[in-house]
DNA sequence: GGCAGTGTGTGTCAAATTGACAGTAACTGC
DNA sequence: GCAGTTACTGTCAATTTGACACACACTGCC
C-alpha cells in the first residue's frame, strides 16, 4: 500500500457485473444474444449475457471474456459502452453495480446450444420481456442507442460482413428501424457518402439481377466514421 | 443475507467515484467547471468535480451531491451518464472505477471562491489542460459528447434559461461548436422545428433593435425531444 | 429457346430544404 | 435628427429529398 492518503471509509465497496446488449440482424430482424439463468436469483428467466468483473480485469475486458464463455467465440463486430446500472434495488443478492456493454455484430455462428453451461440464443427484441434484473430496460436502451447511431454514423457496416451487397446493407437499416426504405434512393444515399466502396464482384445464385458486392472503404472505423449527410429514419 | 447464492469469490469489490463535465457557456466561450486540488493525490492540480460514492448511494445521487458541496447550490440544467472509466492504472490509491457524469447547465453563479474547501471555477474548454487522473480524457468525452447532441435533440435548451431570445440560443451553438451560423437561417430553422413558442415579451435596454423572448414548448423535455430535421454543424 | 418473375442499377422530376444575402424595423447614443 | 447596431422579413439559386418509370441481368418454368 502506497504511503499517502487512503480510500475514505465511508466510501462504498461494491461488486461490480458487466452485462452485454449483443444485437445482430437474422433474416431481416433485429435480434439480441439471451441466456437462460440456470442458477438463482432469476433461475429460468432470460437474461443478457454477463458476469462479474474479476479483480485485474477492465469491465471491457470482462464483457469480451464473458461473451466468449457464453457463445464459444471471440465475438466480432463493435462494441461500446452502453452505460451504468445500480447499484440499488437490481440484484436481490447485494448491491451491485453493472457497466453495461453493446455489441453490434454480423450474423454468426448460433451460440453452442444447450451445452453444459448457460444456453444462449438471438431472440427478436421485439419479443424479449420478462428479462431478469433490469435487464429489459438495458436492452431498450441499447435498441435505442443502436437505432440513432445508425443515422449519422457508419455503424450499420457492423452488422455485415467485410463485403456486402446494397441489400444486405438496406436490411441492417429496415431491421433496426422497423421500416421499408427505397432500395434506389438508399443506395444513392449510401454511394454519396464515401462510407463504400465497390469490389467489382458480384453475388451468383440469387434470384433477379446479381447484386454488385462492395466492402467499407479502407481504413474507415464504422463507429467513428460520421455519416454526411446523415441517412435519417422516415417519420 | 439472504439464503440463497452469494456473489463468488473471485470478484472484484471496487471503490467507485464520480466526476462531472458540468458544462455552461459564459461570455460566448464553453466553459467546464473545474477544481483545484487540495490533497494529494494530484494536489494542486485541476481535476474535474467529484467524489466518492458512499454506502446506499446511486452514482447519480453522488454527482448532484459532490456538486451542491462544492458549488454550495443545487445544479441547475441537465444531467446525464456520460461513460464508465477504469478501474485500472487511474488512481495511484487503488483501482477505482469511476463514473462520469455531463451537466449541461444555463450560466449559473459562480462558485464560491476559494472558502475551506477545494476553489472551483469556470475554465474554457480549449484551455483545460494537465488535469487530474484521466479527466483531461473524460472531459475531452464530454465535449465531443455535448457537441453531437446539439445537432440531434434540443439540448441547447440545457443551457439557457428559462426564457431567453434567440441570439442567446445561436451564441449556445456557436460556443459548443466553435463556429458561427447565419443568424436569420438559424432562427427559421429553430422556429420551424417547433421546439420554442414566443412570449410576446422583447427585451430592453440592450444596443439595437429588441429581441423577441422565446421559452422552451411547454412539457418538451430537452434531452428527449428530437431535433427534426436536425441542426448540422457547418462542414 | 422463349417468357414470366424477381431483384438490381440507371435516370427523371417535382417538392422541400439549405445557404447566402438584400432590405426593412426598432432601438440606443450622440 | 442621424449614425450605429441588432433583430426580423423575404427572396432566390443550388442542393437534397422522396417518389417513381424504366432498362438490366439473372432464375425457373414451360
Redesign the interface.
Given at each position: 500500500m502506497?504511503n499517502?492518503?487512503?480510500?475514505?471509509p465511508?466510501?462504498?465497496?461494491?461488486?461490480?457485473t458487466v452485462d452485454v446488449v449483443a444485437l445482430t440482424v437474422r433474416e431481416r430482424r433485429l435480434t439480441a444474444l439471451l441466456i437462460t439463468r440456470l442458477?438463482?436469483?432469476f433461475a429460468g428467466s432470460n437474461a443478457l449475457p454477463g458476469g462479474?468483473?474479476?479483480?485485474?480485469?477492465?469491465?471491457r475486458e470482462a464483457a469480451l471474456r464473458e461473451l466468449a464463455e457464453e457463445t464459444g467465440l471471440a465475438p466480432p463486430g463493435h462494441l461500446e459502452?452502453l452505460?451504468?446500472y445500480?447499484?440499488?434495488d437490481r440484484d436481490?443478492?447485494?448491491?451491485?453495480?453493472s457497466?453495461a456493454y453493446l455489441l453490434l455484430a454480423p450474423a454468426w455462428n448460433t451460440p453452442a446450444p444447450g451445452g453444459d453451461s448457460e444456453a444462449a440464443a438471438w431472440v427478436d427484441v421485439r419479443s424479449a420481456h420478462g428479462l431478469a434484473f433490469d435487464h429489459g430496460r438495458i436492452l431498450a436502451d441499447g435498441v435505442t442507442r443502436a437505432r440513432?447511431k445508425l443515422?449519422?454514423t457508419a455503424l450499420a457496416l457492423a452488422f455485415v460482413p467485410p463485403e456486402f451487397t446494397m441489400a444486405q446493407l438496406r436490411s441492417v437499416y429496415e431491421a433496426v428501424w422497423d421500416t421499408t426504405l427505397d432500395p434506389r434512393n438508399f443506395s444513392r444515399k449510401v454511394l454519396g457518402s464515401s462510407i463504400v466502396e465497390a469490389t467489382g464482384k458480384t453475388v451468383a445464385g440469387g434470384t433477379g439481377r446479381p447484386a454488385a458486392i462492395y466492402r467499407a472503404r479502407p481504413g474507415l472505423d464504422p463507429a467513428r466514421a460520421v455519416l454526411?449527410?446523415?441517412i435519417?429514419r422516415p417519420?
Open positions: 502506497p499517502a492518503p487512503k480510500i475514505p465511508s466510501a462504498a465497496c461494491l461488486a461490480v442458477l438463482p436469483p462479474f468483473v474479476l479483480r485485474g480485469e477492465t469491465p459502452q452505460g451504468t445500480g447499484p440499488l436481490p443478492r447485494a448491491d451491485v453495480l457497466v440513432a443515422e449519422y454526411f449527410p446523415p435519417l417519420a
